[in-house]
């Protein structure tokens, strides 16, 4: 695959905050309908290349394309967003705003979209994902969850062709984790491009189509998730996932 | 740990009442405030200087007959603070935004809030009253107003819009910055974040500071009457200049108290509903 058949590719991508070099030289290319798992310490530089790949961090060096499209630079990030949808850790809810409006907001202001059009949309959405009683809630009124999956819903309501999770269950109770994770799972059932940064090993295996290692920003190993769970190659893959199972979290 | 919860958010409750619980403590604090202002009383009542004090403040005819003028001035001052207030709320927020404009093209703007904040908290509001009630109308500018009454608004607005763009910068930096992320990762630009996103949740954090400066304002708009407008101030000035007896002062400074103390109860009232509110939040 290369970056003309790709939904994204990125190639030599860097990024330094001050004096820190965070990505160094990554080079990842995620298909069409292809669910990629980042994994790595945290540090190693998976939240900071989601949100380069959303232009919420402009990047040093390298190239990002976008369905062959470069939008590295001289392009309105605003119109690139529109396309990729982007999940937070700590859910980042607008808490002035019911549930509904939470949802609306965008495809209204941003695509247009008539009040009564948007409205019907996000409750078709909201209903898809169990959280139709909760349209009028405010976001405090609900638990991590559901927090988390409004947040699911609000980027979906986009309709982006590229959604970027950005470890989405580590700010949640053990108990409601599995709730997102099942949303993210009929996502990816539905076919749905997605490059996830997760803690979650179990799930990384049971969804992803490929997973990649990143080790001090850079992508170390990737490969099919039985491959690089059972048979990693690079020593530090093999450290790292033996920390993982001590910890109780594969 | 929850009952511990309970009482500090009980005590939280007023200010002036939040630990009066119980009926000893109750009568404990009605006991030491009668002592007090009696003792007050008694050393002011019992002063050699009383009894001509007593006539020149508290002559309780001339309060009478001097209160109904003074009223209807006041009713000036209402009008120029009301008008200042409005102005002032759009005016501000506007220094705020410019203050806060991103990249290195919008520089000057940014640098242009910043001179106009420091410049217009740094002189003293008389100052600038004498200056534009003095000095604006002699520029003979065709189409602008030559009043008094004008220029002395124009001054209250000029000065207390630097105040009050300083406490809305300080509610949209109170914003978390994930929530422009969140904002701009669906595509919003950086006006409607700051439109939808941004403001409505810095303006809720900032009303009890923002009435406390409207409070400043209100009395200020007695200093628009050293430019010519008769407001309450100078009204009582004129009473004090004929009878050479000072109680219309007293008339006045009630007027104030009668609409500034009302507004500060207001503002500690929504201090308390929005510690209410956080504290009653659950996750956040």
New interface residues.
Partial sequence: MNAKEAALSLEGVRKSFGSVEVLRGVDLNVGEHEVVCLIGASGSGKSTLL?CV?L?ERIDAGRIFLHGKEITHGVD???V??RV??V?Q?F?????MTVLRNVT??PT???GKSRAEAQAEAIALLERFGLADKRDEYP?????GQ?QRVAIV??LA?RPDLMLLDEVTSALDPELVAEVLSVIQELADGGMTMLIATHEMSFARDTADRVCFLDAGRILEQGPPEEIFTRPREFRTQQFLERIIAAGRL | MSVDAETSSANRRSRILGDLQGGRNIAVAVASTVVFFAVVIVVIINSAGWPEVRKAFFDRQLFTGSFPEIARAFLLNVRIFCIAEVVILVAALGIAVLRGLPGPVLFPFRLLAVVYTDLFRGIPTILVIYILGFGAPALQLSGVPNSPFFWGVTALVLVYSAYVAEVYRAGIESVHP??E?????????HA?TLR??II??AV?RVIPPLLNDFIGLQKDSALVALIGPIEAFRQSQIDVAATFNYTPYLATALLFLLLTIPLARLTDWLVARDRRRQSG????
């Fill in positions: 949100r959303n919420l990030a605003n119109k967003r529109r949808g982007i937070f700590a980042n809810l607008f808490p002035h907001l965008a202001r941003v695509l405090d009124r609900l638990s991590g927090q609000r980027a986009m | 994930s929530q992320a969140a904002a701009r990762s669906l595509g919003l630009s409607k939808f996103v409505p949740q809720r939040g659950g996750l956040r």
